[in-house]
């Protein structure tokens, strides 16, 4: 049986439509990168927009400033959430433990910073 066969019209429209999805997308984690957009808010965006519901929530978290694919992989098990969940499939308790784990390594990374800098008074 043969797949569903495009028009050439119709492949036109899905590759300007899945370009503009990539782009913004990425606009979304520019924002989380730079600090401007919090992992809170992007699952709130969620609820009113399918472009952020169908963003892996590994993407969001590895644009997160000082995360990286370990330490995602790390919370995100310890959340219980599967590396391909996307932000739209999350359930609320999942989101719950998400947003508590960042806000722990947070402070976490603020106390060892201070701790840092405390350090290199001492020298």
Do not use: H, N
């Not at 730079?34 to 993407?59: I, N």
């Not at 996307?86 to 609320?92: A, Q």
């Amino acid at each position: 049986m043969a797949g569903y066969v495009l028009t050439a019209e119709q492949g036109a429209m899905a590759l300007l439509k899945a370009a503009q999805a990539r782009t913004a997308r990425s606009e979304l984690l520019a924002k989380v990168r730079a600090g401007t957009v919090t992992v809170a808010e992007v699952f709130a965006m969620a609820q009113d927009d399918d472009l952020v519901k169908r963003t892996k929530v590994s993407q969001v978290l590895r644009a997160v400033p000082g995360w990286g694919s370990a330490r995602v992989a790390a919370v995100m098990a310890t959340c219980g959430v599967e590396v391909k969940r996307r932000v739209g499939g999350l359930g609320e308790t999942q989101r719950e433990r998400l947003l508590a784990a960042c806000a722990l390594i947070k402070e976490t990374s603020i106390v060892i910073w201070v701790l840092s800098l405390f350090s290199q008074f001492r020298a």
